[in-house]
């Protein structure tokens, strides 16, 4: 690939690209031999590859991307991103602590037999499962988890009113489970289930979600420009986000899948979450920062 060659280079291999060109061209016009036009065509065909093809994929731009450029623009979209951990924790503490107090308020946001088997399954706690189940089961989350972030970011396209919607509506839902099964007595259980992933999953959907208003915004604030033209300045750091939050997202399942489920002693389990928590609070404020 000539992307990181010297200009004087490249002129010279467009020129001899030129004249392998001309020399097929001839070849095929004067009837030469089948072998000689093939090695021709062959030589032509590398050298357009040389010349044009795309950059070659390179694993350290995913090194690069994920120990600094996602960092660096989470950071730079904060104001989206604090608008979203409002509107997606705030009604998820509200409607969490009101269900607590009052278990009734949690049918008015979910099915009552959803509810019932949610508490069900949290009645006992923790075991574990066979290799085969958790594979399942973490293949099953990162479609789920997914589908739930790319709602958040995709609705965005309506003037950011989409995302505003799921970000609420996910916060109830999440919150309504978790004060319904409290208030039943099974808090430990379900808190020490979800406290590994926890941090990842939610993360995730509030990036996905300040990705889908920070999207409604540049379709609303267009500083003088269309509506494709503010979006399209914007898009570098949306596809940032998502990307970042996908990454986020692969890893909450995988925990999920395994880790949570898993007969591993509550306190250990409450020390990786905090060991999580705190990487994930040094990586998003500390990474990709100049020394």
């Not at 909450?252 to 705190?278: D, Q």
Request: glycine fraction near 10%; charge should be positive; proline fraction near 4%.
């Amino acid at each position: 690939h000539t992307h990181k060659r010297p200009p004087t280079e490249i002129a010279e291999i467009a020129g001899l690209y030129r004249s392998v060109c001309s020399d097929l061209m001839r070849a095929r016009a004067l009837g030469c031999q089948l072998d000689l036009i093939a090695h021709l065509d062959g030589l032509t065909a590398r050298a357009h590859d040389a010349l044009y093809g795309t950059r070659p994929y390179r694993i350290d731009r995913v090194w690069t991307f994920l120990s600094e450029g996602f960092p660096k623009v989470v950071r730079r979209s904060w104001r989206p991103v604090a608008l979203a951990s409002l509107l997606f924790y705030g009604p998820l503490l509200i409607t969490a602590i009101g269900t607590l107090i009052h278990a009734d308020l949690a049918a008015a946001i979910l099915p009552k037999a959803m509810l019932r088997a949610m508490a069900q399954s949290y009645a006992e706690g923790f075991d574990g499962r066979d290799f085969g189940a958790d594979s399942t089961m973490a293949g099953f989350y990162v479609y789920n988890n997914i589908g739930i972030a790319f709602r958040c970011f995709a609705t965005g396209v309506l003037f950011g009113l989409g995302s505003l919607f799921f970000l609420v509506y996910n916060g109830l839902v999440i919150g309504a489970v978790l004060g319904y099964v409290i208030h039943l007595g099974h808090g430990g259980n379900i808190l020490t289930f979800i406290c590994g992933h926890g941090p990842f999953e939610l993360t995730a959907i509030t990036i996905s979600g300040a990705a889908g208003l920070k999207m409604g915004w540049a379709l609303v604030a267009t500083e003088g420009k269309s509506r494709i033209a503010s979006l399209r300045a914007q898009a570098p750091d949306l596809v940032q986000l998502v990307l970042g939050a996908a990454v986020m997202l692969a890893i909450a399942a995988l925990i999920e899948g395994y880790w949570s489920p898993s007969g591993l002693p509550a306190p250990v389990k409450w020390a990786a979450s905090a060991v999580f928590s705190a990487t994930l609070i040094t990586y998003f404020v500390f990474a990709g920062r100049r020394r």
